[in-house]
């Protein structure tokens, strides 16, 4: 458990047609019994949808379950978007169906995280416990 000061504000969100939300679901479980706040969006976001629920939100992060294929495409334009609403400041983490030669571009584009299949919940809440431990 985080203590309150270190509690996190995070959107997740299921961008695109995708329907399976098994997975972000438990992915916003833990987030949420790890001390954070969490809002999930439900399916079928726009990057629109979400960029503007995070900015409402006053959310910290927002983490994306892509399993589509089309990662690039969403992630890149909710990347776009933060840029364009002065959010740049909420950071992006996301998992799913990625290839591996696919993650290293979307670092590059500013996600500061990808889980792929067979990340255990512990290893996404603990990332984000370290990656934000100095954030209060």
Known sequence: MVSPSSRLRI???KPGLDGHDRGAKIVARALRDAGHEVIYTG???TPEQIVETAIQEDADL???SVLSGAHMTLFRRLIELLGERDAADIRVFGGGIIPDEDIP???ELGVAKVFTPG???SEITSWVADA???QS
Do not use: K
């Open 11 to 13: 959107v997740v969100a």
């Open 62 to 64: 927002i983490g994306l």
């Open 132 to 134: 934000f431990a100095d």
């Open 43 to 45: 399916l079928h976001q």
């Open 105 to 107: 571009v979307l670092e």
């Open 119 to 121: 990340a255990t919940t």
